[in-house]
T-cell receptor, first 114, second 111 residues
Framework: DAGVIQSPRHEVTEMGQEVTLRCKPI?????LFWYRQTMMRGLELLIY????????DSGMPEDRFSAKMPNASFSTLKIQPSEPRDSAVYFC????????????FGPGTRLTVL | GQQVMQIPQYQHVQEGEDFTTYCNSS?????IQWYKQRPGGHPVFLIQ?????EVKKQKRLTFQFGEAKKNSSLHITATQTTDVGTYFC???????????FGKGTHLIIQP
């Protein structure tokens, strides 16, 4: 089975540009999570969905960040406008049963904002 | 909200030495999970502990869940270069928080 798929794997952009990160969860998983990882702050939960519905977005840092899940097999995380402090690795993860079940992480998107 | 603290943040060992990382929660956990992230990689699930005082082994790795279900440890016997990476513990968050991850312990092995 294919694991969680994320694209792009690397993104370099300039400050002020819009950035869209994409995720395809494992088929049959009801929960999808977006994380951000930096050396300073570690692994931070940004938002998570249950059956395509956003449940908790309290981790989204600012209004510049938005996430959608239009269907069970696709989610996006958008940053508009991007800033250098948004540079990080963004992971998408999915789980099958509930929010505290084993999470399967995608390979991540390494974002660099110049 | 719930916090999960991990120590140490970094651990340097000589190849062949043992390694232990500790995880402490401010609240009682229904379960605890451990993940490993290789350099440049993504977190990968290792194991889940559910019962008070539970001990599980995976080859050279031993996982323990405290009697009060507020702490856990991961012990690696005779480390190898393949053990290099960051080890995270994670517990169910309060309310709608999903999993709360510790900051991780970075294991560095010197040959």
């Amino acid at each position: 089975d294919a694991g969680v798929i994320q694209s792009p794997r690397h993104e370099v952009t300039e400050m002020g540009q819009e950035v869209t990160l994409r995720c395809k969860p494992i088929s049959g998983h009801d929960y999808l999570f977006w994380y951000r990882q930096t050396m300073m702050r570690g692994l931070e939960l940004l938002i998570y969905f249950n059956n395509n519905v956003p449940i908790d977005d309290s981790g989204m840092p600012e209004d510049r960040f938005s996430a959608k899940m239009p269907n069970a097999s696709f989610s996006t995380l958008k940053i508009q406008p991007s800033e250098p402090r948004d540079s990080a690795v963004y992971f998408c993860a999915s789980s099958r049963i509930d929010r505290a079940d084993t999470q399967y992480f995608g390979p991540g998107t390494r974002l660099t904002v110049l | 909200g719930q916090q999960v603290m991990q120590i140490p943040q970094y651990q340097h060992v000589q190849e062949g030495e043992d390694f232990t990382t500790y995880c402490n929660s401010s609240t009682t956990l229904s379960n605890i999970q451990w993940y490993k992230q290789r350099p440049g990689g993504h977190p990968v699930f290792l194991i889940q502990l559910v019962k008070s005082g539970e001990v599980k082994k995976q080859k050279r790795l031993t996982f323990q869940f405290g009697e009060a279900k507020k702490n856990s440890s991961l012990h690696i016997t005779a480390t190898q270069t393949t053990d290099v990476g960051t080890y995270f513990c994670a517990g169910p968050g309060g309310g709608a928080d999903g999993l709360t991850f510790g900051k991780g312990t970075h294991l560095i092995i010197q040959p």
